[in-house]
């Protein structure tokens, strides 16, 4: 789905209002019935009260609704509005409503000390999405007092008050600091970045049925990687096919105590869908790669612990090169020799291959175009340089992905795969459990593999990720995050390919 600035998710509920023939009314009791619905799913507790916080806008408007669904299925609910000169015309009417239904609304400004429930669920609904610049540091006051009352859990609603949707969040802002946050339709941008962290443990999408058609004739570089999108990637197979039909991958890696990185890519690229895999590492790994992956072939370097040539790639649809290759001085010299010569080969370049190229005066010159790169932050920051905010490494990245037409995955949280458009997919699969060891092994074989069986860079980046995502997401059903290890990934992908339908 297409990610929207807040100033686009205003005009689409307006317009949704018009063609769906209905009030803003309607659309804000459509909005807080589902937010209802999803915070008694969540807190799993009949004894809970509630303390709800609420703004002058509409976003205070759908917490003042929230207050009376929840009055009106017998919880303790205490309503805290701020004071202002106005209100909109829908927060009047739902202040009214919780009037004659007798439910007290104790009325704050920011310099207040509040009477708030210890251990209570805390709705924060201040501030939404129209929001677009820096609270006054007196607002910590309040927010201060919410987080030291203890609380059960604080749920947001669209996003935590204080929070910027389309700009630079730093870590001094005024925010509130939300266990959850409860957003309708359309993830915002700022939740899908690391700094996000500093406000909100994690966030859910509510679909409250905003016009799809006016929705995606937005315009917009940034997406969100879907199941739907994803079912739409994913290519049909034929009964008749064979497994020249899927590619032939190669994953060149390895060196001396580090050939369980490529056997990670391979088994990965297997596990994947590959018709055939060869591997290509030292002689050093000849017997580990061919006892531990009895499917794959190997194929051996010259040299007894590193890698010191490349073999002829003429042979194999997709390479997938780095993973744990090592920076010595001839591994460097192969891997740079490789990328100047062999111009229109689909690789995947990861780890070391990445590191040798940040030493490059202009690296990405020298990279093949439509390549996938997958660095971690370390080895992206070495790549591009530093950056000030989450923001400006984005744009730094969409420039050069368009500029040299390469492709770079961003991993973290919600990755983002930065194509040679540059456009911006975050994935919606994964989970803490797969920051392990081999797990970027893991996905460069799972690109690779993609490439090979004949997807384009762009697919088998969005379609690579996010199965690489729920593969970690199916396994932590049956395997604790702690104990998650990389080749448990590859060994969900099944459970993955099944869980789509195909």
């Known amino acids: 789905m297409k990610i929207l600035s807040s100033a686009q998710i205003r005009e689409l509920n307006q317009k949704t209002i018009a063609i769906q023939n209905i009030s803003s009314w309607d659309l804000m009791e459509r909005a807080s ?272 612990n590193d890698i010191t040539e490349i073999p002829d790639l003429s042979l194999y649809n997709s390479v997938a090169i780095g993973m ?16 100047k010569n062999i111009p229109n080969k689909n690789f995947v370049i990861d780890a070391d291959a990445l590191n040798i190229l940040s030493k490059q005066k202009n690296p990405f010159a020298i990279i093949p175009k439509e390549s996938i790169l997958t660095p971690h932050p370390k080895e992206l920051e070495r790549l591009i340089g530093k950056w000030n905010n989450d923001f400006e490494k984005i744009e730094k990245v969409k420039e050069i992905a368009k500029q040299y037409q390469i492709n770079i995955i961003i991993k973290g949280a919600y990755t983002a795969s930065v194509l040679s458009t540059g456009e911006c997919y975050f994935n919606s699969t994964g989970n803490w459990g797969m920051a392990t060891a081999g797990s970027g092994d893991t996905l460069s074989g799972i690109l690779a593999s993609l490439l090979g069986q004949g997807y384009s860079s762009h697919e088998a980046c969005i379609l690579g990720v996010y199965l690489h995502g729920l593969a970690g997401d199916l396994a932590i059903k049956n395997i604790h995050p702690h104990s998650l290890i990389a080749s448990d990934i590859s060994n969900y992908l099944s459970e993955s390919y099944m869980f789509l339908g195909k």
């Open 33 to 304: 019935l589902k937010a209802t619905e999803y915070i008694l799913s969540y807190v799993e507790s009949s004894h809970i009260s509630f303390n709800i916080f609420c703004g002058k806008g509409n976003n205070g408007g759908d917490g003042l609704a929230i207050a009376r669904l929840l009055s009106g299925k017998k919880f303790n609910v205490k309503v805290f509005l701020l004071k202002a000169e106005s209100y909109s015309i829908d927060n009047l009417q739902n202040q009214k409503l919780l009037k004659d239904l007798g439910i007290k609304i104790s009325f704050f400004t920011i310099h207040d000390k509040i009477d708030i429930d210890n251990k209570s669920v805390i709705i924060d609904a201040i501030f939404g999405t129209g929001f677009n610049k820096k609270l006054d540091d007196d607002w910590q006051n309040i927010f201060l007092q919410i987080q030291k009352s203890k609380p059960y859990k604080i749920i947001s609603i669209d996003l935590p008050s204080g929070f910027l949707s389309d700009f630079a969040m730093q870590e001094n802002f005024p925010c509130i600091k939300a266990d959850l946050v409860l957003t309708f339709e359309i993830p915002k941008l700022a939740l899908l970045f690391p700094s996000s962290q500093n406000y909100l443990k994690d966030f859910t999408i509510l679909t409250i049925d905003l016009d799809k058609d006016i929705r995606e004739a937005y315009s917009s570089n940034y997406f969100y990687a879907d199941q739907l999108m994803i079912k739409n990637i994913l290519k049909p197979i034929s009964k008749f096919s064979h497994k020249g039909n899927f590619g032939h991958t190669l994953i060149i890696g390895g060196s001396y105590g580090k050939i369980g990185a490529p056997i990670l890519s391979a088994k990965a690229a297997l596990k994947t869908g590959s018709g055939l895999v060869s591997v290509y590492v030292p002689k050093c790994g000849y017997n580990i790669v061919q006892s531990t992956l009895i499917e794959v072939m190997c194929i051996t370097d010259k040299a007894e």
């Open 324 to 339: 744990g290759i090592g920076q010595n001085t001839e591994t460097e010299n192969a891997i740079l020799y490789c990328f």
